[in-house]
């Protein structure tokens, strides 16, 4: 099922997948040298799920693109077709010296809705899954105690059923889609009021807001 975002910007999509055709880029490996470390999260719109990490002291650096899949060099039109078995995902490059990976995940949770399987708001398919794709056994063990501590809380009426599952090759999504919310922040602020996420999410933590 394709979003909403090519019902409400068709035009808009059509030019831009004829300017990127091909995603060729690769995702950089972190700088080990440097202390730099990767976190790869899936929540749904991946252009709702940049704005909150770039806000963050320690986070060198977002970006949007395609994770959990099998197919090389995904392009947006064949992931939104939900055949890949890719979730449109951000990558996220901090530094642990700075923010350390349990708030990384604090700040993940707080975006999304972790009841809904292969489904975020109004965006539907495996595409728009919400998961988190650990890089290590020590982000294995945080985001499932994160996890377990979130569906102890009875914050949810429903299970939390967000994967946890080991990151694999990350490709980055068109130039036209990072930092989208910059780009167009009209048409970002309008597809995000309407997808109901900023709602739900008020609804849920509005005491930690």
């Known amino acids: 099922m394709k979003c909403l975002r090519f019902y409400l910007f068709p035009v808009i999509a059509m030019l831009a997948l004829a300017a990127f055709p091909v995603n060729i880029l690769k995702a950089e490996e972190p700088d080990q040298s440097s202390g730099f470390a990767a976190a790869t999260f899936a929540g749904g719109c991946f252009w709702c799920m940049q704005p909150p990490f770039d806000k963050l002291s320690g986070v060198v650096k977002t970006t949007v693109g395609y994770a959990g899949g099998k197919e090389k060099s995904p392009t947006y039109k064949q992931v939104s077709s939900g055949r890949t078995g890719h979730a449109e995902s951000v990558e996220i490059i901090y530094d642990p010296s700075k923010i350390s990976y349990a708030d990384l995940l604090n700040v993940f949770w707080m975006q999304i809705n972790p009841?809904?399987?292969?489904?975020?708001?109004?965006?539907?398919?495996?595409?728009?899954?919400?998961?988190?794709?650990?890089?290590?056994?020590?982000?294995?063990?945080?985001?499932?105690?994160?996890?377990?501590?979130?569906?102890?809380?009875?914050?949810?009426?429903?299970?939390?059923?967000?994967?946890?599952?080991?990151?694999?090759?990350?490709?980055?999504?068109?130039?036209?889609?990072?930092?989208?919310?910059?780009?167009?922040?009209?048409?970002?602020?309008?597809?995000?009021?309407?997808?109901?996420?900023?709602?739900?999410?008020?609804?849920?933590?509005?005491?930690?807001?």
């Open 115 to 209: 009841t809904t399987p292969d489904r975020q708001f109004v965006d539907v398919g495996k595409q728009y899954r919400a998961a988190i794709f650990y890089h290590d056994e020590a982000q294995k063990e945080a985001a499932a105690a994160s996890k377990e501590n979130l569906e102890k809380s009875g914050r949810f009426d429903g299970p939390v059923v967000t994967e946890i599952t080991a990151a694999t090759e990350f490709y980055p999504a068109e130039e036209y889609h990072q930092d989208y919310y910059k780009k167009n922040p009209l048409r970002y602020k309008f597809y995000r009021f309407n997808s109901g996420r900023d709602q739900y999410l008020d609804k849920v933590w509005h005491e930690e807001k």
